[in-house]
């Protein structure tokens, strides 16, 4: 057998591209495989908090996206009703989100693995991984109407997305699964000016956001309980208008506004997966996903591509042996993500926030440093662990002369 490349990565947007550019950046032989062309878009909205700004920056990739006339957003907002929460998500390493259109953003990635010397194959399908000895050694995969090709490599990485056919092959095994929780829909609008601000919205049963993008357009995301959605698709545009009721300003806003694209939706498990085995490696939502509540997949893949990239590196280069550096892999992420898992399953079941925490963000309310620290907390800057520490709840309510929840 002749290896042809060292990794070939299945998958080539968020996680996928980044993890072949990072790698072949450092001298190593790389496909990457997908089977969509580019640019072209996928169900998701695309809002890039200031970690995934900041590794867009480290990669050399930033000044690209802000040249395409993406907007950037300083102020996330959250309405609950009685108060808003207005703060700066930003930290040192980066002070604004981005939302990009995944057109853009996707194309921006290939490329970037493109020009570092990764081999591009677009519109390609993988059908399964080739397997010798109980271990990957490559991919079986063809171009529409063409014949199937087998690749080799030392690693096969799934960067293949929630129906990755890398993972289906190896069933790796999974933890901490929960069934979809939310069901959540968008669209583009005209007319809708944020003035640099992402806004949401948080309502019994409903939570509903609006942020900026490419060609002065507005994404407008909301969803109910996936305990509706039976009941809510025979009319999904009724429902997603509706919603936007809960909040009088925002729905007059919207009602100036004209909606420009159709509405799309869906709603994702939750789970995480043991992201590694003989000869292959996931990474992105293949290793791991999460309610899209919080927007924090991309961010994530980005930091996932890294490390993985990292832990590669060391596997191949023989610094370390490669059970060990894809344990690091995994329990790197694992330690990051967990907490911000948690937050992001009790906030996607849309239920009203228990009464110690009504209480924590009334005491938020109106101390400009506090909320800075509240958009910092939902932007993934800070971990809901360190917030949501007892001493740092203990600081806030005594700031806010209230008595510290029990
Ligand atoms: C409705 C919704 C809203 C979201 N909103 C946000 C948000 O605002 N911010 C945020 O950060 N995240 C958001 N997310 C999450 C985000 O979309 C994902 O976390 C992110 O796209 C993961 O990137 P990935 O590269 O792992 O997978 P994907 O983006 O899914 O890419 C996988 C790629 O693999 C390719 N592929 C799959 N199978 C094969 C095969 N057999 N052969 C060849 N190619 C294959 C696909 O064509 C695709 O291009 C949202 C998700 C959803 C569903």
């Given at each position: 057998m002749s290896l042809h490349y060292d990794v070939i990565v299945v998958?080539?947007?968020?996680?996928?591209?980044?993890?072949?550019?990072?790698?072949?950046?450092?001298?190593?032989?790389?496909?990457?495989?997908?089977?969509s062309r580019f640019p072209s878009d996928t169900i998701?909205?695309?809002?890039?908090?200031?970690?995934?700004?900041?590794?867009?920056?480290?990669?050399?990739?930033?000044?690209?996206?802000?040249?395409t006339g993406c907007p950037p957003i300083s102020t996330y907002a959250f309405d609950f009703g009685p108060f808003t929460l207005a703060g700066r998500p930003g930290h040192a390493a980066a002070d604004v989100a981005y939302s990009p259109r995944r057109t853009v953003l996707d194309k921006l990635l290939v490329d970037g693995a493109a020009e570092a010397g990764a081999d591009v194959r677009e519109a390609v399908t993988v059908d399964d991984v080739?397997?010798?000895?109980?271990?990957?050694?490559?991919?079986?995969?063809?171009?529409?109407?063409?014949?199937t090709v087998t690749d080799y490599a030392r690693v096969v990485v799934g960067a293949d997305g929630r129906h990755s056919s890398v993972a289906k092959a190896v069933s790796p095994a999974r933890y901490h699964?929960?069934?979809?929780?939310?069901?959540?829909?968008?669209?583009?609008?005209?007319?809708?000016?944020?003035?640099?601000?992402?806004?949401?919205?948080?309502r019994p049963g409903r939570g509903f956001a609006a942020m900026p993008t490419h060609d002065d357009l507005t994404l407008v995301v909301g969803g109910w309980p996936t305990a509706e959605f039976e009941a809510n698709r025979s009319d999904i545009e009724g429902n997603y208008l509706k919603m936007f009721e809960l909040a009088l300003d925002f729905?007059?806003?919207?009602?100036?506004a004209t909606r420009m694209e159709r509405i799309v939706g869906t709603a994702v498990p939750n789970?995480?997966?043991?992201?590694?085995?003989?000869?292959?490696?996931?990474?992105?939502?293949?290793?791991?996903?999460?309610?899209?509540?919080?927007?924090?997949?991309?961010?994530?893949?980005?930091?996932?591509?890294?490390?993985?990239?990292?832990?590669?590196?060391?596997?191949?280069?023989?610094?370390?042996?490669?059970?060990?550096a894809m344990r690091d892999y995994q329990q790197t992420r694992d330690a990051h993500v967990?907490?911000?898992?948690?937050?992001?399953?009790?906030l996607a079941a849309l239920e009203p926030p228990p009464p110690e925490l009504a209480e924590l963000l009334a005491a938020i309310h109106g101390n400009q440093e506090e909320m800075d620290a509240f958009a910092r907390l939902n932007a993934g800057v800070t971990s809901p662990a360190e917030f949501f520490a007892p001493s740092n709840v203990e600081r806030i309510m005594t700031l806010a002369g209230a008595p510290t929840p029990a």
């Open positions: 998958g080539a947007r968020c996680a996928g591209s980044p993890t072949a550019m990072l790698l072949a950046r450092r001298g190593y032989r790389v496909l990457v495989v997908d089977r998701s909205t695309h809002l890039i908090h200031p970690p995934g700004v900041a590794a867009l920056r480290d990669w050399g990739l930033l000044d690209r996206l802000i040249a080739a397997m010798e000895d109980a271990r990957v050694v490559g991919i079986r995969s063809h171009a529409k109407g063409g014949p699964e929960r069934p979809p929780i939310l069901a959540g829909y968008y669209s583009y609008w005209s007319g809708l000016p944020m003035d640099g601000r992402f806004e949401t919205y948080v729905a007059e806003r919207l009602g100036a789970y995480f997966t043991t992201p590694f085995g003989p000869g292959w490696v996931l990474v992105g939502d293949a290793g791991y996903n999460k309610d899209f509540i919080t927007a924090q997949g991309i961010t994530d893949a980005f930091r996932d591509a890294e490390l993985c990239a990292a832990a590669i590196d060391h596997a191949l280069a023989g610094t370390r042996p490669f059970e060990s967990l907490p911000m898992f948690e937050f992001t399953c009790q």
